[in-house]
């Protein structure tokens, strides 16, 4: 697999996705079907090529399409 | 108020990013005296309370002032302790990891002349800024959280009662008359950011009522799939509610019972806020201990099960405080930690001595391993 | 003139312990009175609307912070919590709050110079308040805007050679006791490997590939200053191997009341003359000290190192020479299934540069086990208790040791597997069956 | 001639210990004598018969028994334990072979008179074999057939003024120490209210009603001969709440040397002279003795009644003499969620006939609750971990006491209940979001 | 064969039926001593292994020679019991709760032919009928239960691996140089009738393999949802089978990785047998006990995983017990029963000393409060 291949598995996965933006590392690497290590770098790449971005909650890091989902807007910063 | 870039382009942040590079590397900032004698030292001794020499085998000696530190701390406030190091310590100070502030001197003689000057800063309202303690068998710095200052869980403000409870504790703190160190910690809700599940005495926040419910923003606010998730005992599930207006919309509802009042959702989901007035205060634990000195590290027991919130001071806490510290110092051993004090003369007779009501609550309900809690032999006293 | 009335918090601006009203107020006057000329990046107000805020709270006896999933720099899975005020019209200084963390030096040694620094940017780019230092050891940005985050981030890498800490399903930022810097018992470098594994594991801190938190910290000793055992999903705590030394001109000097038992840090009450038979040797937990004849002997094999004995007579004995440490997994709050305290994984390793040992038979097979089979937000030590402390040692391949428990198992439930038993579990009914009917 | 060949139960004929294998043999051969001309209601081979169905699980190292459903007697749930060999033509004799239950009398004391009724009906009606006596205390009538279970029935009540004792989802046949019947420390009379329970609950103890088996058992004092902590759902410990009663010049002998410390337990090996200092003094659990000029003393407040001392010094020291007895609730062996022991649910009570405040304010409401919310086989201990000791609390009324546990919880999960929280939980969220806003 | 009615009409269940009578009342059962001085016992003594004197504050004296029993006992050796007892103790004996016999006797010089008449009893083969002992600090009785004698899922027999073992013990059986009592018990499946989870030594057998399923007369033989909800780990679930010929009948799955090998589905259903030649065997427990003398009563912790069952002596087994017996013989303080003995050194040495080897079964690993049993300190032993 390569990183484009990557990217497309996940964004077409993401876009299926009803009523939930937000994500955890590991659905991702389900979605990819690769062990954490290997999916790791596709998944930072997508964040560098700003096709994800981080959601946190402190505690725990989210992964969603970029500018996707409800909370950007709760917290005014759209 | 413009704005001043740095330097940062953010239509190309990887231009130029400087990102993985760490922490700065610590023998930086070692003060001369530490990097030349480190991994050699002798032996220490507590010269006076907060005050520490420790010797080395080059015959090199350290001083240590150790002063009580706000944690929450200004600019202003740091650079007078900048400026204090300047003047006394070359240049360097450490912090301990109880948020106390630690200056260093290479020489007897410079002991005196810092102590003074730290001594003699006070501030407006006649609070010391830089108190001397913290050290031996007394009470060192609570260490906390953020409580209202920042956090969106608490129970209970964190500076607000470590405050209250620290100028209780204060002769504590300069004095070294208790069997052993007493570590005093607090954390304003049950994640407890901190060590207070085993310190001698704890301090938590603690909600008792479920979160409220703002089904008209529910859907609006947050993804229902991820409060759901949150919630640690599955007390939420989705739920579809009719509004005043008679709109159907997408919410959630909460098995109240179920509710430990932990706050996740609200973390989650700002439409399920569970802050309260009365709902809201603190729980006292006591009995835990990190050190496996004579005995192994210990878990914090619950105490009092609620106290509510009396703003600014908390007295109902001091004073429930100041009980336990007293009854231990009375009666434990030279050497012995306020847990295994408690367990010395039993639980049955710690609530005695520190004049604490026994409430059910203080019994163990949570899963299976509350069995483990429960009397399960005749040893007890009358 | 405060921009607030804060009557409640006032009455905190007495009494011995330092204030921390009375040190915001001085910020917020600081900062009204802007003595530096600073071209402030926040608004100017912040801390006093922060008063505002923290008075309102207390008059409510409820937080007044709504939080936000504001994750901090780009390319970056932590370092700042993101948080709102739910009030910001009353309060537009700290409408937008968020923390950065930013990673401690080990030791928590500090120059004048670089806290100046710090302050500098701070006070320009933040709200000047600060916690030195959080919890976890990050010294804490108390308080900014968005905007900021980055201009913040860009500034300390190229200004201050420094990096955030962390937060989130990351690697959290490593912190360690005195150790060595300046403490006798110190039974390895605790801030040379707390920095090195800092260092070594940046991309765990920052990009979150974790089920949920990690956290590493290193005591010298088994006193354990940083409470490693009780907060960290991995506690590296020093010990030895070999005898306690123990000098006995100066044992018999704590005997004869010439040095003060446990370095004085019982001075401020009379306990009377000291007592080594009671003071030690009766408070030895396995009991395997004697004095007698003015000889002190330790019989070494029996010896748990609980430090007791050290710790009051620290100029008489000293920790041993065959240096190292225990590791211990899984410590965290008591989220969901109660606390845990770390346990037992590996009694003795040597801690020595580059920590090759430690990296390649602890850390990483434990990271991957977790990697994988973790569920969201599940710590280490809850794993552990899910799939068994037998799980952990065949992902590591250590030998199991009665050191690694307190006692064995009441229960007699042990399940098999299917390889162990003679035969496997197929069996042929019809065989059975002749020689034992229906 | 034995009927089969037992080469290895053979080899369990030799050693000092008694030989089950020669019993049964000597059994074997009487039946097959039988000089009393008996007219054997089961077959008169069964004993040689057990012998073979037991060489071949010797060989075969597996049980040659299948379970049965029997339950007894004609209106009774319990009682009788059905069993059929799997191999009933190679054995015949044992093909059908259940055993009865017989509730023993209190203390187990019996008359040779009723022993050899017991024996003559057993030998008639069953196998001749007997367990003296199962693990729970009945009589055990090991093996017969299905007819002969009225029979034997039948015989026991009419002719022996003698019932069945429990098995099943029942109360099962109460048991108790030797007690004030021979031993000095019994804080109250075993045997009497063994017995009185025993008669008072028959119809518990015959008619099925629980979710499952419960067990009283009694045991005099701490010691706990009779194992109730450990396997009792409900244990009845005795103790008391006064003093200690020290004869001064006895405590002396024994410091003398002139009387054997612990009633002579120890005279197999040269312990050295007694020392009263470190075997009694040191041991206590507590430190609540002293010795010093001669004199004995005791701080009867800190005192755990653990026994010990008494048991070393069984002529100096006594019980107190305010007697009763604490009970502990819910031990149970390990299936499913590990053993249980009995946890302290009434620290102190007075045991004294007819025991109406023990039965009416602890057995019956315990009962009450566990037969209304306990699952289909759940042990009273275990319902007490599912519901929490509180709801133990609420159905029997007592006070909550710090005795009731060994330590308060580490968890602070309280599940507040909505009327123990002022104002309770319904709240206004228009309300809340005047000072709180989206 | 004749059948003998008793009177008993079955026809008429409840013509002249009795029930509900109860057991005999003890006291028609006591020995005139007993009866006179019953709850006025002044103190007790040992005078030899296995006899004891008490004295009562009358006076009065009774003393009791305990003899070890076998349990699995004969009609004929009851009668020879009764003998006995008529021959020197006015026709009254009892039995202790570790099923030895007790003869008692009111004056000492009745002591020594009672003595001599027990102790010149033996069977065929040379063993004692009455063995003397089993007081004190020594090995009494083992409690032990069926065994293939006579129950369905035993995975060891019962009373031969008793005979095998207190062949061996036999000498602490008659003596008392042990440093306290230490008691052994014996339970054949892991339902543990007795109080084997509390012994000092415990014997239990274990099975190592799931149920066979005999899937043809699975719905013949059993309900099937009782066999389903038999199971305590729910690993059995419902299944359709196709047997060799083609036919498909109802049946059971089971999940083996969860099963634990419990025998419950056999109690409940005969086509789901598990016992097995090499599955079945020992595990060895230590450390329980009951009483509550210094210390709480204790657990039995398992200290031998599997031992294979070796007929008819088992003399694997016998050695790690007798491993353990002489390590605390040798090691143990006075009055320290094996469980204290075990928590003072430390687990880690219990292992050494008695040289028995630690795997990885013995770690806990069952549910949660597994955790409690792991190491949470530095305090452990090299
Ligand atoms: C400076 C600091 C380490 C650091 O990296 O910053 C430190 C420094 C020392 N500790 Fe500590 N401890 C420090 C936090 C701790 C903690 C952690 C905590 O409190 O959160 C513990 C575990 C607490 C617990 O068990 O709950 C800790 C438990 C000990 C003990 C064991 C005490 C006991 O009785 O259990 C010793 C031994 C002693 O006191 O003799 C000890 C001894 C020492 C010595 C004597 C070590 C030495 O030779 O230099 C140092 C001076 C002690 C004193 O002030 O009495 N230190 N010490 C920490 C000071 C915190 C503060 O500001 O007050
Ligand atoms: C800032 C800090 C408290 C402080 O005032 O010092 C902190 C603050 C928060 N902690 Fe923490 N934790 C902080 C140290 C800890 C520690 C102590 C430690 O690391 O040694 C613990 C206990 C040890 C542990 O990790 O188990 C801790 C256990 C938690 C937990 C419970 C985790 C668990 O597994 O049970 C949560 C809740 C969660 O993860 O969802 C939590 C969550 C949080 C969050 C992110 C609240 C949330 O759910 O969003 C808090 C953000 C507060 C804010 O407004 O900034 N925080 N948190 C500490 C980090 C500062 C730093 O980086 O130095
Ligand atoms: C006869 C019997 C009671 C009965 O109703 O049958 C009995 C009788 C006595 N026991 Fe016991 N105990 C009897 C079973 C028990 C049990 C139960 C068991 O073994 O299943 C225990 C609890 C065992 C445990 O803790 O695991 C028991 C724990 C004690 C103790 C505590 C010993 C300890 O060190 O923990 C004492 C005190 C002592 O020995 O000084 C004691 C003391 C006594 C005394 C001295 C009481 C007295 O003053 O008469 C009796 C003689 C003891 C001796 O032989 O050494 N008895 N004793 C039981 C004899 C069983 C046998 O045949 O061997
Ligand atoms: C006969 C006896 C063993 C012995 O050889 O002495 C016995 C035999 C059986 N027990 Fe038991 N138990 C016997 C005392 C015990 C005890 C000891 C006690 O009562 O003090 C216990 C442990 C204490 C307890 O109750 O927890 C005990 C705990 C069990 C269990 C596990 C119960 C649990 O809650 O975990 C089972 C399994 C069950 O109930 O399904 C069980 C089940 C059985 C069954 C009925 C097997 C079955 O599932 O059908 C056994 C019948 C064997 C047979 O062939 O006769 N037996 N059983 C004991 C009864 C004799 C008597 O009445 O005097
Ligand atoms: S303890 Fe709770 S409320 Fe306090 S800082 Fe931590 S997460 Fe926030
Ligand atoms: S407060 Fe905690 S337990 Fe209660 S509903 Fe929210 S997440 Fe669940
Ligand atoms: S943990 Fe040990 S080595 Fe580290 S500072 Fe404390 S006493 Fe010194
Ligand atoms: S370190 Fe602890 S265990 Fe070792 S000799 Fe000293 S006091 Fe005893
Ligand atoms: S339990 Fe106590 S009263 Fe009963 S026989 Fe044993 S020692 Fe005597
Ligand atoms: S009974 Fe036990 S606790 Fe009480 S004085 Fe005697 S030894 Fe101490
Ligand atoms: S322990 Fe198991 S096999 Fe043995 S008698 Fe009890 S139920 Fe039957
Ligand atoms: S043996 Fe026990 S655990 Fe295994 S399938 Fe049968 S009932 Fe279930």
């Known amino acids: 697999m390569d990183q484009a291949e990557a990217a497309e598995k996940i964004v077409t996965a993401l876009k299926k996705k009803k009523g939930k933006s937000k994500f955890y590392f590991n659905d991702l690497c389900k979605i990819l079907g690769e062990k954490p290590r290997p999916a790791k770098k596709f998944i930072s790449k997508m964040v560098i090529d700003e096709i994800l971005e981080y959601w946190s909650s402190g505690s725990t890091t989210l992964y969603s399409l970029k500018g996707v989902g409800k909370q950007a807007a709760a917290e005014h910063e759209d | 108020m413009a704005f001043v870039s740095s330097g940062y382009n953010p239509d190309k942040p990887m231009a130029n990013r400087i990102t993985d590079i760490g922490p700065r590397k610590f023998d930086e900032f070692y003060p001369p005296v530490i990097a030349k004698n480190k991994g050699k030292w002798l032996y220490h001794e507590i010269l006076e309370p907060g005050i520490l020499v420790h010797v080395a085998e080059s015959g090199d000696e350290v001083y240590t002032i150790r002063t009580g530190g706000c944690r929450l701390m200004s600019v202003s406030h740091i650079r007078e302790i900048c400026e204090i190091a300047d003047k006394h310590c070359d240049g360097h100070l450490r912090f301990t990891t109880r948020n106390n502030i630690e200056f260093m001197v290479d020489s007897k003689e410079k002991v005196e002349p810092l102590k003074q000057d730290l001594l003699s800063r006070k501030q407006a309202g006649g609070c010391y800024k830089f108190p001397i303690g913290g050290s031996g068998a007394g009470i060192t710095n609570i260490v906390h959280t953020q409580g209202w200052i920042h956090c969106h869980t608490p129970a209970t403000d964190a500076s607000g009662t470590v405050k209250a409870t620290m100028d209780v504790l204060f002769d504590d703190f300069t004095n070294m008359r208790l069997p052993a160190k007493l570590k005093v910690s607090m954390a304003c809700c049950l994640n407890m950011c901190g060590a207070v599940h085993c310190s001698d005495i704890a301090i938590l926040g603690y909600h008792r009522k479920p979160p409220m419910l703002d089904h008209e923003y529910m859907n609006k606010m947050c993804e229902i799939p991820l409060a759901i998730a949150a919630c640690p005992t599955y007390a939420i599930k989705p739920a579809k509610v009719t509004l005043e207006d008679g709109t159907e919309v997408k919410s959630v509802s909460v098995n109240e019972p179920r509710c430990m009042f932990c706050g996740n959702c609200y973390t989650m989901c700002p439409a399920m806020p569970l802050a309260d007035d009365v709902g809201d205060g603190i729980v006292l634990m006591a009995g835990g201990k990190v050190s496996n000195r004579i005995s192994a590290p210990k878990f914090s027991k619950v105490v009092v099960a609620f106290i509510p919130n009396e703003m600014p001071r908390w007295p109902t806490m001091t004073d429930a405080i100041q009980r336990m510290v007293e009854a231990y110092a009375a009666d434990a051993n030279k050497y012995e930690r306020l847990g295994e004090w408690a367990e010395r003369i039993g639980w049955e007779r710690f609530f005695e001595k520190c004049e604490l009501e026994f409430t059910h609550h203080l019994i163990d309900d949570f899963r299976d391993p509350a069995y483990f809690t429960w009397r399960q032999t005749t040893n007890f006293k009358f | ?438």
């Open chain 3, 1 to 438: 003139m405060a921009k607030h009335e804060t009557p409640l918090l006032d009455q905190l601006e007495t009494g011995p312990w330092p204030s921390f009203v009375t040190d915001m107020k001085r910020e917020a006057e600081s900062r009204a009175k802007n003595e530096r000329n600073i071209e402030y990046q926040i608004p100017q107000d912040c801390c006093d609307d922060l008063l505002g805020v923290l008075e309102l709270s207390f008059k409510h006896g409820r937080t007044h912070w709504k939080h936000g999933g504001i994750v901090g720099v780009f390319g970056y899975g932590g370092g700042v919590i993101g948080r709102y005020c739910d009030q910001p019209e009353m309060f537009p200084g700290v409408a937008h709050f968020h923390t950065m963390r930013v990673s401690q030096p080990a030791g928590k040694f500090y120059t004048t110079k670089y806290l100046e620094d710090i302050c500098d940017l701070w006070e320009r780019r933040g709200s000047g308040l600060t916690n030195m230092h959080g919890s976890t050891g990050d010294i804490i940005f108390l308080g900014t805007t968005t905007p900021q985050l980055e201009e913040v981030f860009w500034e300390l890498g190229h200004n201050l050679n420094q990096d955030l800490g962390g937060s989130g399903s990351n690697l959290r930022t490593p912190s360690d006791c005195v150790g060595a810097a300046r403490c006798e018992w110190a039974c390895y470098d605790t801030q040379a490997i707390c920095h090195d594994l800092t260092v070594e594991y940046q991309d765990e801190l920052h990009r979150p590939a974790f089920p949920y938190k990690f956290k590493f910290k290193f005591d010298g000793c088994p006193n354990c200053c940083v409470a490693s055992i009780a907060r960290s999903d991995l506690a590296f705590v020093g010990t030895w191997r070999d005898d306690i030394k123990i000098d006995q001109e100066a044992v018999k000097a704590y005997v004869g009341g010439e040095l003060p038992p446990n370095g004085g840090a019982h001075a401020g009450r009379d306990w009377g003359p000291f007592d080594i038979q009671k003071e030690v040797i009766d408070l030895c937990p396995t009991g395997c000290m004697r004095y007698e004849d003015g000889k002190l002997e330790i019989n070494t094999p029996e010896c748990y190192r609980c430090m007791h004995c050290i710790c009051v007579m620290p100029r008489a004995l000293r920790i041993g020479n065959d240096l190292g440490c225990s590791i211990f997994a899984g410590a965290k709050a008591p989220i969901l299934d109660g606390a845990q305290m770390g346990s037992l994984i590996v009694p003795f390793i040597k801690v020595e540069e580059p920590y090759d040992e430690i990296k390649e038979t602890v850390i990483e097979p434990i990271w991957d086990w977790w990697m994988e089979e973790g569920k969201n937000r599940e710590r280490l030590g809850e794993l552990m208790k899910r799939q068994g402390f037998q799980k952990l040692l065949e992902v590591t391949g250590f030998k199991p040791d009665p050191r690694m428990i307190q006692e064995p198992r009441t229960n007699p439930y042990i399940f098999w597997k299917e390889d162990e038993v003679e035969g496997g579990f197929d069996r042929d009914i019809n065989e059975f069956r002749k020689h034992h009917q229906r």
